[in-house]
């Protein structure tokens, strides 16, 4: 199989972890026969500097021709009081809406050898296995109206929390069809005792579940969802919720997986006549400007979001095991970054990525 990648290294330490992301996948193409061709463009902080915009006509123009998109990281401090059209964010929002990607999901599950780097005990850590699945189009994020207006004190600011019934019908049916290929649950978060917009979420959402007679649905407040997620995590499968509160509550799953380096994204969108997603894949830990350059950032996130990408967008499942397997292995072998290793020299950024390739074959 030819794969067409768009790469978008981005800010940050973006280049850093993307950069062993790709040798994870030459290496794993190399070894199951599979040619790739990759494409490189600027998106958040690095595109403005370079074209004016975070978002450029040539970028989107190469992400809606590629069979899938791995990105880095985007946003940079001198940016944080731009304007919203000026800020690198606003390029991550962008080329969401350009792809049409509706849903990002997020795998959180603790590692073995990675309990002591929880905060919590590693009895409540252990066994955790889920897959938050966060909505992407709507919600606050994208409601209208919205801004900023008025002088004084008069000066005020609105943002918009909209959803329709097919917003939700699309991001509910496929919690659902994961949850078949999982342990059959689905549990939705909403905030429907004050929230009428919430109050659709969960009407929508049970008018969705009588298609899934197989698997269970329970709700849940997202207060109460936040505080589950740290007294027990294991009652957890499949988790899923609208934009906002799955931006909270993904990061929350952190403290799960030992650190948010080891998060793995994918946003995915409508599919292709073959069956494959349209997919945007990323680490979800930002781009940590602060030690960028410095070969210090754990790539094991943005290797995963590979992972995710062979499977998901490609369908390659034992392409996609094998990476997964490889960084199983590099995590017990203790060849990690420093914030996997509390004592003795951590590995630089690319000796992870060098082991990763090692552990594949």
């Not at 940016?79 to 350009?98: C, H, S």
């Not at 906002?244 to 993904?250: A, E, P, Q, T, V």
Request: negative net charge.
């Amino acid at each position: 199989m030819e794969l067409n990648i768009l790469v978008l290294p981005g800010d940050g330490i973006g280049p850093e972890v993307t950069e062993e992301a790709v040798r994870a996948l030459r290496h794993v193409a190399a070894k199951f026969g599979h040619s790739l061709r990759l494409s490189e463009a600027l998106l958040g902080g690095i595109a403005i500097h370079k074209t004016g915009s975070p978002f450029p006509d040539g970028t989107a123009k190469l992400a809606l021709e590629a069979d899938a998109t791995l990105l880095g990281a985007v946003g940079l401090p001198e940016f944080d009081d731009a304007p919203p059209e000026r800020r690198p964010e606003r390029g991550l929002l962008g080329i969401r809406k350009t792809l049409g990607v509706f849903a990002n999901l997020r795998p959180v599950r603790s590692y073995k050898s990675l309990l002591d780097s929880s905060p919590l005990k590693n009895h409540i850590v252990d066994g955790t296995d889920m897959i938050i699945v966060r909505e992407l189009t709507g919600d606050l994020y994208y409601g209208t109206p919205r801004g900023i207006s008025g002088s004084g004190e008069a000066e005020q600011a609105v943002n918009t929390m909209i959803y329709t019934r097919a917003e939700i019908q699309r991001i509910a049916r496929m919690a659902f069809e994961l949850a078949r290929k999982r342990r059959r649950k689905v549990t939705s978060v909403d905030k429907s005792n004050v929230l009428e917009v919430s109050q659709l979420w969960r009407k929508v959402v049970i008018d969705v579940a009588a298609e899934y007679p197989d698997v269970t649905l329970e709700h849940i407040l997202v207060d109460n969802c936040a505080m589950q997620l740290i007294l027990n995590p294991r009652r957890f499968d499949v988790v899923v919720t609208g934009n906002m509160f799955g931006d909270i509550l993904s990061d929350e799953g952190a403290v799960l997986a030992g650190s948010i380096g080891m998060l793995p994204s994918a946003s995915v969108g409508p599919k292709r006549p073959s069956g494959a997603w349209v997919g945007l894949y990323e680490p979800v830990h930002g781009s940590a400007p602060d030690i960028a350059g410095q070969g210090k950032a754990n790539p094991l996130a943005a290797i995963g979001s590979v992972a995710a990408m062979l499977e998901y967008s490609f369908g390659l499942k034992e392409e996609a095991a094998a990476v997964n397997a490889a960084v199983d292995a590099v995590l017990d072998s203790g060849r990690v970054t420093a914030d996997l290793r509390p004592a003795g020299p951590p590995a630089t950024t690319a000796q992870v990525g060098e082991a990763i390739c090692q552990a594949i074959g």
